[in-house]
């Protein structure tokens, strides 16, 4: 049991390190240029991530047509040490793809708009593990046992699409204001499954089951106001992101738990399947200010971003719930987050004019008090679970303009640690396992991304073709 539970607590650090990538606002970037500056473009973006960082500053650029956004790909890597109290280290490395954006910009009656669609968070993770291995814990409470297996499968995801359309105007020759609508499409949702099954020398057969699962849906609307200011030697912006405005909700929890053959009298079934339940979803306010300063041909871009907090809410309202005990178990799956400031800088180095590199950072603090997950539901004394990572993102790259397409290539790091306890007590005869211990988690990712531009005028080579 004890080597369960020690690979059971890193499968639930990869996962919950998903999860917190949603209190840490600028953990995904958008934009070809805007990747590479780490997002640090408030006051100077020039490319589609115009429509997420500062509307306005599309009255600030020529039509860029369609492009994607750089595609990014990503090798990102966890160590887990001090487990259980032991002197222990564990590892794990994974390659996948991140969330991206295409999009593009046109004209209506002197007018500049711009059409979006922004994959914003896209993680799915499910993993597992198995063993047959009779440990002393497992001869502790089975001391007649014959052979043993226990398996452990976690998962939890979150999909969250925007479609967006953006406007900008320009108000006199230095002052320009912009909007930007987005839709959303949102689904949060996660599930644990844990079964043990032991059977003693007289063939007598023991098993447990545990099963808990939910669901939350919502569809709502997302509001960017942005400003653009032309001093004589330098741009200021200023950017709004309004609370998110929720549309449709709904929400669903399940809850199974089995245990027979231990002894008659104490075999329990509790089966739940809660529908329709109430929901929320909360995106604070924030206020982004940044600047781009003209060095020579070369430019620096500076910024400062402010989320306020969110209250404790309940992301799903799950009502109390019969498992066996003296009075109805409450379920609890609330969220809270504390005022975040960010700051970041980058450089935009001219080399000519088909080629400039880029290199920059920027803080990205974790905003959560307490993240609703699947480690909260699964947890036997409803513990709060909460992994939070502080990261810092460090990007550089290039930006080469070719006869007909424009390419931008480039890398970022990104590295975080944090303390944490246990989050999860497998049940068993004679009581629970509860741990206590603080672990490290130290988490590195690598991203190499890839963008492509193809501009929208008449003397393109796209246009001939």
């Not at 909700?249 to 089995?258: A, P």
């Amino acid at each position: 049991m004890r080597q369960t539970i020690f690979i059971l607590i890193a499968v639930l650090c990869f996962i919950i390190s998903g999860h917190t990538q949603q209190g840490n606002y600028k953990f995904n970037k958008f934009g070809n240029r805007s990747i590479l500056l780490s997002g640090n473009v408030t006051g100077s973006v020039t490319d589609l991530g115009l429509v997420y960082y500062n509307p306005s500053r599309l009255t600030e650029v020529s039509s860029n047509g369609f492009a994607f956004n750089a595609r990014a790909y990503q090798i990102a890597s966890l160590k887990l040490s001090n487990v259980l109290g032991e002197e222990s280290k564990l590892n794990s490395i994974n390659f996948n793809g991140l969330p991206s954006m295409a999009g593009g910009t046109f004209e209506v009656f002197n007018n500049r708009f711009a059409y979006s669609f922004i994959s914003k968070s896209r993680m799915d993770n499910s993993l597992g593990y198995t063993t047959n291995e009779i440990t002393e814990d497992v001869l502790a409470n089975f001391p007649d046992v014959a052979s043993y297996r226990a398996s452990v499968l976690l998962n939890t995801a979150i999909i969250d699409d925007w479609f967006g359309l953006t406007w900008a105007k320009k108000v006199n020759e230095n002052l320009s204001l912009g909007v930007s609508f987005f839709g959303s499409i949102y689904n949060y949702r996660g599930g644990s499954n844990i079964n043990q099954t032991v059977q003693s020398i007289n063939n007598n057969v023991s098993f447990f089951q545990n099963t808990i699962g939910f669901d939350q849906e919502s569809y709502g609307l997302l509001i960017k106001t942005g400003a653009n200011y032309h001093f004589p030697k330098f741009d200021v912006g200023l950017n709004v992101n309004l609370p998110y405005i929720e549309v449709y909700e709904e929400g669903r929890f399940l809850y199974t738990t089995s245990i027979s053959g231990e002894d008659p009298t104490s075999d329990r079934f509790y089966d739940y399947d809660l529908k329709n339940l109430s929901t929320q979803r909360k995106e604070p306010l924030a206020i982004s200010i940044g600047a781009g300063i003209p060095v020579r041909r070369s430019t620096l871009h500076l910024n400062i971003d402010y989320v306020k907090g969110l209250q404790e809410f309940d992301r799903i309202e799950i009502p109390s719930i019969d498992i066996g005990q003296e009075t109805l178990n409450p379920v609890l799956f609330k969220e809270s987050r504390k005022q975040v400031i960010n700051f970041g800088a980058g450089l935009e180095i001219y080399v000519s004019k088909n080629v400039k590199l880029y290199g920059s950072f920027t803080s990205d603090y974790n905003a959560f008090i307490k993240n609703a997950n699947i480690f909260d539901l699964a947890t036997i004394d409803s513990r709060d679970v909460n992994i939070g990572e502080n990261f810092f993102h460090y990007s550089m790259g290039v930006d080469l303009k070719l006869n007909w397409v424009s390419l931008v290539l480039g890398v970022n790091y990104t590295s975080s640690s944090t303390e944490f306890i246990s989050p999860l007590g497998i049940p068993k005869s004679g009581g629970e396992y509860e741990d206590y211990t603080k672990s490290t988690l130290e988490y590195s990712r690598w991203q190499f991304v890839v963008g492509v531009e193809i501009p929208a005028n008449e003397k393109s080579k796209i246009k001939e073709l």
